[in-house]
């Protein structure tokens, strides 16, 4: 006699016993059960239901399977199952990142196409995390009998789906009710089946489809870029313009030629901020079947969108960075729009990065893989040059306009001369003089809050988060102090120490501060803060940039995500400030972090008719990166910087690793960091082959967060097959000493020095 056994990893479990369970598959299941499928086990002593992802069915002997089997609860409707190409993909991240099985299966699926354990007539069952929004489609399947007389309603209705099935909102709205539908189904005449409801997020903007004129540089790039796209193969390239270089119509111009070909295209943008200008240039040039993905939607709309994507009605998908794992089908180009921005990386579980995981789509595809940036990172530069990937590169504005010319405005001289202002005497003159000629300005500080740090003026106490190793900041509306990690708030506002009893002086700025200031200097200005606090509600990206488009407000304010991407006929100046703090940063990325941070910011001024200019506020006007970043001298940059990294032995010259330590007693912390180093040394001594080089044990840069003591390992590796088995071997010989109770162990294979 054979059993059919399922193969399932379970949810919930720790990485240390995150492996496949068997289980055998109940007769009523049987022919439902398939790799990819969620079911519900039973799991551990109490039998506790528990959701699972099914990674292998199997025939086997009674006599060879495993003792004392137990049989799954429940499974999914196969609909509900994840395609072999995204069951590949869970593989991936688990492979790839160390995560557990349900991790990567949690980063793949959205919250609403997830299922959690019930119990229904004292039965485990699984239930949707949440209710399918379906509606009533009508589908014409017979003639109306001619007896008795149709009345004008039921002809109507016939007539209106002779053209092809319709919902019964859609019927509505021409005067079809519902009591008439009803009456044709009973006849016969009509069939009904329950659909996902439509949900078009665009239905706003019009399908307005323009010619695609490019220039000669332009043509030139698609008319390279276009042998790769059409062989149907994989292939990687890097798109390297200037900003205002016209990245985007080529993308649209590249698309056009995918779907031409009968293939999709996925499109990632870095910010939520970038998502409505690129959604509304590929929804007037292509129309209706697009579809996004990104975390401003509630989770009904994830849904409805993702299941868009997965029953084949979405030819193009933009999103961020989890839109990489959007199910479509027979993909054929994907777009990495501004590849360099950190956002592409996941910080939290599975800690994965989307130019990894779209090389890996791309293999799977035969697609055409197209990482575009005025600013790319190091390694895809250096990737380039080497000829791992096909470089093509735009070197003028589109139109042949210049680049914004770039001045240094001297914060000593400023404070020197008596202005205590975070804003200088020039910007705020040219600021008038913009707001004057009926033009819009653009204004960077990438610090939110109103002051950042809270100080006694006696014995030097600093106000922290009690929860974090952090400087609580200073919101001025909601008169409190801040932490931008755990969300800790303190209220009313300290105004004496709590050490010694001294007064409190709150120093440092943030967007709220510099907003007030230009309030005062300028009071006819109209401002537009757009940080992480003014955008929270839904829609806020989308409703500001809109705003700032048709001109209702002279100067925009913001943080990091007015930076790039953003296209704006009448900003002609665009103000940096607050840059010092971020050149002295930690990690070995801080200077391509400044470098790309001022680039792209600076080229959001003069994208039209009108010339652009920038000013640079700051304390080392003659810091070469700032020097380079004004020159807009990419090439310079990239020498200088693959120079430091070749000598300083950082990516691309090998892999960085963190291995960090989690806990609640920062001295086990520091122990278990100690022993798990030494493991890894023990491991190591029986493999020279592995190149490998141990920093640490050391404090993270924010030592507690959230009441965890945090400690980290840096490990320069190569991160292949060889060195992911021996962290494997560390991994289980760390847990075998039980010290996961003392510190829990986070891996991450893209950080530049910190979790």
Not at 158 to 170: C, D, I, M, N, Y
Not at 183 to 206: H, R
Not at 456 to 461: I, K, L, R, S, Y
Request: charged share 25%; glycine share 6%; aromatic share 8%.
């Amino acid at each position: 006699m054979t059993l059919t056994l399922a193969q399932a990893a379970v949810n919930d479990a720790n990485i240390h016993f995150d492996r496949l369970y068997s289980y055998t598959i109940p007769t009523q299941l049987v022919g439902r059960v398939f790799p990819g499928s969620m079911v519900l086990v039973p799991f551990g002593r109490g039998d506790k239901a528990r959701m699972a992802v099914v990674l292998a069915v199997e025939e086997v002997d009674e006599a060879d399977a495993p003792k004392r089997l137990k049989t799954l609860y429940d499974a999914a409707p196969e609909d509900a199952r994840l395609t072999p190409d995204l069951l590949e993909l869970v593989r991936f991240l688990k492979e790839r990142t160390f995560c557990t099985w349900f991790e990567a299966v949690k980063a793949i699926i959205p919250y609403g196409a997830q299922y959690r354990p019930a119990v229904v007539d004292g039965k485990h069952v699984m239930q949707s995390r949440l209710r399918r929004s379906t509606e009533r489609l009508y589908t014409l399947a017979g003639e109306l009998p001619e007896k008795p007389k149709p009345g004008p309603r039921q002809l109507a209705a016939v007539e209106a789906l002779k053209s092809g099935p319709l919902t019964a909102r859609q019927l509505d709205e021409v005067g079809i009710s519902k009591a008439t539908l009803d009456g044709l189904v009973k006849k016969g005449v009509l069939t009904t089946a329950e659909q996902d409801k439509s949900l078009d997020l665009f239905a706003a903007i019009p399908f307005d489809p323009q010619p695609l004129e490019l220039s000669p540089e332009q043509q030139q790039v698609f008319d390279d870029l276009l042998p790769n796209l059409e062989d149907f193969k994989p292939h990687a390239a890097l798109l390297h313009g200037v900003t205002g270089s016209g990245k985007t119509i080529v993308f649209l111009k590249l698309i056009q030629r995918t779907l031409e070909l009968g293939r999709r295209a996925l499109v990632l943008v870095p910010e939520i901020s970038l998502t409505p200008q690129m959604i509304r240039r590929l929804k007037s040039t292509f129309g209706s079947r697009l579809a996004v993905q990104h975390s401003a939607l509630n989770n009904t709309e994830r849904l409805l969108q993702w299941r868009m994507i997965q029953q084949g009605n979405a030819d193009i998908v933009v999103g961020t960075r989890s839109a990489v794992f959007a199910p479509l089908q027979n993909l054929g180009l994907i777009i990495m729009d501004e590849e360099q921005e950190h956002t592409y990386q996941s910080e939290s579980a599975p800690r994965y990065d989307a130019h990894a995981v779209a090389k890996k789509r791309t293999v799977m595809e035969n697609a055409l893989l197209l990482f575009a940036s005025a600013t790319p990172l190091t390694e895809t530069y250096h990737a380039a040059e080497s000829g791992k990937l096909q470089l093509v590169q735009l070197t003028h504005r589109y139109g042949g306009r210049p680049l914004p010319s770039v001045n240094f405005i001297d914060m000593r001289a400023e404070l020197a001369a008596g202005n205590p202002r975070e804003v200088s005497v020039r910007l705020a003159r040219e600021l008038r003089e913009n707001i004057d000629n009926g033009e819009q300005s653009i204004l960077l500080l990438n610090r939110r809050g109103y002051r950042t740090i809270g100080m006694c003026a006696t014995c030097g106490h600093v106000l922290k988060c009690p929860n974090c190793s952090v400087p609580l900041v200073y919101h001025k509306p909601q008169q409190a102090l801040m932490c931008h990690h755990c969300g800790h708030t303190m209220q009313p506002l300290p105004q004496t120490c709590p050490e010694c009893g001294g007064k409190i002086n709150y120093s440092g700025f943030g967007t709220q501060r510099v907003e007030e200031e230009l309030a005062e200097l300028l009071p006819d200005a109209r401002i537009l803060r757009m940080d992480q606090d003014s955008t929270a509600r839904k829609d806020a990206h989308e409703t500001m940039l809109a705003q700032f488009a048709r001109q209702e407000y002279d100067i925009l304010l913001g943080t990091q995500m007015v930076a790039k991407g953003l296209d704006f006929e009448r900003v002609t100046l665009v103000g940096v400030l607050g840059i010092d703090s971020l050149l002295f940063g930690q990690g070995f990325r801080a200077y391509e972090s400044v470098f790309s941070l001022i680039t792209q910011v600076v080229g959001r001024g003069g994208r039209a008719e009108l010339p652009g200019r920038a000013l640079i506020q700051t304390c080392v006007p003659d810091h070469p990166v700032l020097q380079l970043a004004a020159a807009q001298d990419y090439e310079g940059f990239y020498r200088e910087e693959i120079t430091f990294r070749r000598f300083g032995l950082y990516p691309p010259f090998c892999s960085f690793v963190v291995v960090g330590f989690v806990g609640d007693q920062e001295g086990a912390v520091f122990i278990a960091a100690q022993r798990f180093g030494a493991l890894l040394a023990q491991h190591a001594a029986q493999k020279p082959n592995i190149p490998l080089r141990v920093l640490g044990p050391a404090p993270m840069n924010i030592t507690m967060l959230n009441n965890k003591y945090r400690y980290k390992l840096t490990l320069k590796c190569r991160n292949d097959a060889a060195f992911r088995g021996l962290l494997h071997e560390t991994l289980d010989a760390y847990d075998a000493e039980k010290l996961p109770q003392k510190a829990s162990v986070v891996l991450d294979f893209n950080s530049d020095g910190d979790l």
